[in-house]
């Protein structure tokens, strides 16, 4: 190989290995402000999580899972809890007699509405500081991210 080659080599490693420091430091931020905001209705970052996941349309653990790019062990563990505390419930699955579906209860949908509130203060405040336009290109390239990962390590597209 090339001395330009072992160049560009070295410089696309250490562009991963920036992007890769760079997500994980965004996961515990947003982690973090999840959390925050989550908490006067009760709730976790992950219950949050799980529990806006079937807003629209209830899903499998699995489902959820897929959508989320998490473990379906963790979102199993998080579902029966919020299924437990009566935020959720769990349902018949036309599609499938045993893996059944989640759906949030009333209590699940009224406790997601208080974040509503702080969810939208966060959202003013970042469009301030990134700009509307920047804002949408931040989304666009972590969706142009999270496609290229899952296409070159096989994954089916989320939806």
């Not at 989320?68 to 007699?97: F, K």
């Not at 209590?107 to 966060?122: C, D, E, K, N, Q």
């Amino acid at each position: 190989m090339s001395d330009a080659g072992a160049g560009s080599e070295r410089v696309r490693r250490d562009l991963l290995s920036a992007t890769a420091l760079g997500v994980f430091r965004l996961n515990g931020q947003f982690l973090a402000v999840s959390d925050e905001l989550a908490a006067p209705a009760g709730l976790s970052a992950a219950r949050w999580q799980v529990l806006g996941a079937v807003l629209r349309e209830p899903l499998p653990v699995a489902g959820i899972a897929r959508v989320m790019g998490i473990t379906r062990q963790s979102v199993q563990r998080v579902a029966d809890v919020l299924a437990g505390q009566g935020l959720a419930e769990y349902v018949p699955n036309p599609a499938h007699r045993r893996a059944k579906l989640l759906r949030p209860t009333d209590a699940g949908r009224a406790a997601v509405a208080l974040i509503g509130p702080g969810h939208a203060r966060l959202a003013d405040r970042l469009a301030a500081e990134l700009g509307d336009e920047g804002f949408a290109a931040v989304v666009l390239c972590l969706e142009r991210l999270s496609d290229a990962l899952g296409r070159i390590s096989g994954e089916d597209p989320a939806p």
